[in-house]
């Protein structure tokens, strides 16, 4: 009898049993990664999105998987697993066991809001198996029905187009039924879709982006395996009977490595940013002429020593006369106060020199003076400082203790010594303002906005909110507060306990702040101003293995959250972490009530949270001065950034040709000032004006 045997296409293109597993969980978690989140997302943010999410879940499937294998070795009775394949039935057991354990953990610890991290994390590592083993589980069976049908193969050397094809049909099948259940609940904005519309280039090049992308995590990921295996074999030779245990000290070995390579760059990487803060920006190039900002004429702080943002804050103060012409009132000249950042100093005195600036340039002398904690390159919103300034007719003075010259993202481990920072200013002005006649006291006011907003809301962390009465605060207004604001979440999960004299309360937006018995907006001592889709606010490193507490049950989440979409591990992180991303995106002039872009509020929660009225005349007068001075701003920054670039271009063109440049154009640049080495080190989204 002729037994025929038939070959599969492409059998020469195989993988390794986990890694088929790995295919298959990475394709079933595609869909989920097409789900609408906070902030619609370009095509170039979804392919980013989709492939970093599947590129982790085909390692986390691939990892599982591989230890159900090393677990069925073991169970043979022999250490040994140099030249060795697991037994099919055995794997198929401890892949099975996986599964077995995933669903009671699940059982025995169901998902709750409130539980502790090491309960979600727990949790996540036993789905992780569970998703590995029944990734592994399910190839297994599809080999064993290819065999019948396709018999002479070997069962572990299956074509890899036999699990491509499997996994596409699994992602179709999965995107079906998503675009089913969001069906099931609507949009809650039709307009607010999960990816904008683009062309068929934009598509592409977002195709390619993605693929990148993923290729970039399994190019990590195959690094990290090259030293794990590198490390076993070392043991594998030098230590007998290790073959079990190498591996698992292998893996430790090269996330240790890639740990230091991360934290390395991340030193470099800063050390960078601070050393360029110091270039002066060509549309900024001399100091202040006026007495009444840092760097001015009776300043004691040096210009080159507040940082870009610092240099911008103090050359953009209003003068008299524009906050006259469009309040139309008579008006005084505003006081500006930048620290200034040293690292040689310590809080302590970086506090007194702030202080004695303070008194240097009459801050006390007016009728408000506001602590400004600023974002961690050190900015403050010119909207805020330029509302704040129209409102009182210049009678303020804007102070701003800065803690560190980087984007926030990277400042994240220098909020404690902001909080210090931001007491002992408020400890110094609360103590002189009380040495003060009483009529000449000027109310004590902070402010923050993003990581400004933690720092100034963290002072009062963990004794409550008395903590802002005690430092002298007499209101304060806080917007986009950030996830990691321990105060911000003392108050969300014991309002009662950290302030019992109510004197916090949040809103979307100013006009739905709680009103008084008159019905009518009232001051509330400290005002927190959070966009219901503001990703700054809603993010949490948390979501990699739990769910956020705004997305609980699809008719009780905030609005602007999407009803239908289902919190996944890893998957919601990514697409959250790029939402953090697009709130950032903000077009001078153009002020909307979106993610973290708080401009369209700042003048009506600053009437509100200060008590500073203004007519409806003024209200709107205001709006467009701030308008048109963001766009003017912005144009001038980009014509003298784009002149430097070009003059410097053409200087080092003569020089290479021997020539002098002064000798070559005769012209005289009408801007003289070094260019910011790290301008284009940081992408525009982590821009240094307003972001995190």
């Known amino acids: 009898m002729v037994r025929i045997s038939f070959r599969l296409p492409g059998s020469s293109f195989i993988a390794s049993h986990a890694a088929r597993a790995g295919i298959l969980a990475a394709s079933a978690n595609v869909a989920s990664t097409f789900a609408r989140g906070l902030l619609p997302r370009t095509v170039g943010d979804q392919a980013v999105a989709t492939g970093v999410s599947t590129a982790v879940m085909y390692q986390a499937a691939t990892t599982a998987h591989a230890a159900a294998e090393t677990i069925a070795l073991f169970t043979t ?4 697993m140099r030249g060795r394949e697991p037994d099919p039935t055995r794997t198929m057991i401890a892949d099975l066991s996986f599964v077995a354990v995933g669903v009671v953990v699940d059982q025995v610890l169901p998902r709750r809001s409130d539980e502790v991290l090491a309960v979600s994390i727990v949790r996540f590592g036993t789905e992780s198996l569970m998703l590995g083993g029944a990734a592994g589980a399910v190839v297994a069976v599809v080999d064993q029905g290819l065999a019948r049908i396709f018999p002479g193969q070997e069962l572990t050397k299956r074509p890899i187009v036999v699990d491509v094809a499997l996994g596409g049909m699994v992602a179709g099948l999965n995107v079906y039924l998503r675009h089913q259940h969001a069906r099931e609940f609507g949009l809650v904005d039709p307009q607010r879709r999960a990816v904008k519309r683009a062309g068929v280039m934009a598509t592409l090049k977002a195709t390619a982006t993605g693929v990148g992308a993923a290729g970039a995590m399994l190019a990590l990921a195959t690094a990290e395996q090259f ?54 920006e060509p549309a900024y190039p001399e100091p202040p002429t006026s007495e009444r900002v840092t760097a001015g004429p009776k300043s004691l702080v040096p210009f080159d020593s507040i940082g870009k943002e610092g240099r911008r804050f103090v050359l953009m103060a209003l003068t008299p006369d524009e906050i006259s012409a469009v309040m139309g009132e008579p008006a005084h000249e505003p006081v500006r106060v930048v620290s200034g950042f040293g690292p040689p100093l310590g809080t302590d005195a970086r506090a007194q020199l702030c202080f004695d600036e303070m008194l240097a340039l009459g801050a006390f002398e007016k009728s408000l003076v506001c602590i400004a904690a600023p974002t961690g390159v050190g900015y403050v919103s010119y909207v805020f400082a330029e509302s704040l300034e129209y409102l009182t007719l210049g009678d303020c003075a804007i102070v701003v203790p800065q803690y560190a010259l980087v984007p926030s993202a990277m400042a994240l481990f220098d909020t404690h010594d902001g909080v210090a920072l931001q007491r002992r200013v408020l400890e110094l002005s609360r103590d002189h303002i009380a040495s003060m006649p009483y009529p000449a006291r000027p109310r004590l006011v902070q402010f923050g906005e993003s990581l400004g907003a933690q720092v100034a809301l963290d002072i009062a962390y963990p004794e409550g909110s008395g903590s802002y009465e005690a430092y002298g605060v007499e209101a304060g207004l806080y917007l986009g507060v950030p ?10 999960a014991a309002a009662e306990r950290f302030d019992p004299s109510n004197s916090m309360v949040v809103a979307s937006q100013p006009s739905k702040l709680p009103p008084n018995t008159n019905g009518q907006s009232r001051p509330p001592n400290h005002v927190m101003i959070v966009h219901d889709d503001d990703p700054v606010n809603k993010f949490s490193y948390r979501l990699v293995v739990a769910p956020p507490w705004w997305m609980g049950p699809p008719t009780a989440r905030p609005p602007k959250v999407p009803r239908e979409t289902v919190w996944r591990p890893i998957t919601t992180f990514v697409l959250t972490l790029v939402d953090l991303l697009n709130g950032m995106n903000f077009k001078p002039g153009e002020f909307v009530r979106r993610g973290h872009d708080y401009r369209i509020d700042s003048q009506a929660a600053i009437s509100v949270a200060y008590g500073l009225p203004c007519t409806p005349q003024q209200a709107a007068a205001i709006e467009e001065a701030l308008k048109r001075r963001e766009q003017d701003w912005a144009a001038r920054r980009l014509v003298a950034r784009k002149f430097a670039y070009a003059r410097d271009s053409v200087a080092r063109t ?5 020539v002098s440049a002064d000798d070559g154009t005769g012209i005289a640049p009408p801007i003289t000032a070094d260019v910011n080495p790290t301008a284009d080190f940081i992408p525009k989204r982590f821009g240094s004006s307003g972001v995190l």
């Open 77 to 80: 009775g022999s250490h040994g």
């Open 227 to 280: 030293v794990a295996h590198s490390v076993k074999n070392f043991l594998d030779r030098k230590v007998s009977r290790f073959d079990i245990g190498s591996p698992m000290v292998g893996h430790t070995v090269a996330y240790g490595l890639l740990g230091l390579a991360a934290g390395a760059t991340f030193i470099v990487a800063k050390r960078k940013i601070e050393e360029g803060a110091s270039a002066v």
């Open 483 to 492: 996830f990691r604001s321990t105060a911000w979440n003392s108050w969300r």
């Open 654 to 658: 003569l020089q290479s040709w021997g």
